[in-house]
């Protein structure tokens, strides 16, 4: 099933701890209308001005939340979030531009390490049609603790 003209359901379902543990993440009809709208307002656009969009993480069922150590009031969970990173951009560059240019609900530069290593990390953005908090937020890791700080544009 095509979600936009250059993304898939399965794409965006894919998971290999799915696959090993034999978990069902198969999103319902809400979650699918989500995922949809994700992929229009935030994937498409990312695709049609940079390329190849690779996702690392999409749709996740509350059981694939849990086995993955992830909350299952998350925003994948609905349908609403997703990982990703276009191979060859700066993270932060990506990050910066999703956020200037889409309705992003929010976004998150996950890891970046900075211009030193522009491919580190990976983002997390969101779509939410009944709410856009225009959140843009660094996530970094701190005494063992994952931490957030605003990202300044």
Avoid at 115 to 138: C, D, F, V
Wanted: net charge negative; aromatic share 10%; charged share 25%.
């Amino acid at each position: 099933m095509k979600l936009s003209n250059n993304f898939s359901l399965q794409e965006m379902i894919r998971s290999q701890v799915a696959e090993r543990k034999g978990i069902n993440n198969n999103p319902s009809p809400a979650q699918i209308e989500n995922l949809k709208l994700l992929c229009e307002n935030i994937l498409q656009p990312v695709r049609d001005k940079f390329g190849i969009v690779t996702v690392s993480s999409g749709f996740r069922s509350a059981e694939l939340c849990i086995a993955i150590g992830s909350s299952v009031n998350s925003q994948h969970a609905d349908g609403k979030a997703c990982d990703f990173e276009v191979f060859g951009v700066d993270n932060e560059v990506l990050g910066d531009w999703v956020y200037n240019n889409t309705p992003v609900d929010q976004l998150i530069l996950e890891f970046y390490k900075g211009k030193e290593e522009p491919n580190s990390g990976w983002i997390h953005a969101s779509y939410n049609k009944e709410e856009t908090r225009k959140q843009y937020l660094i996530a970094y890791r701190e005494d063992d603790r994952v931490k957030y700080k605003p990202k300044l544009i």
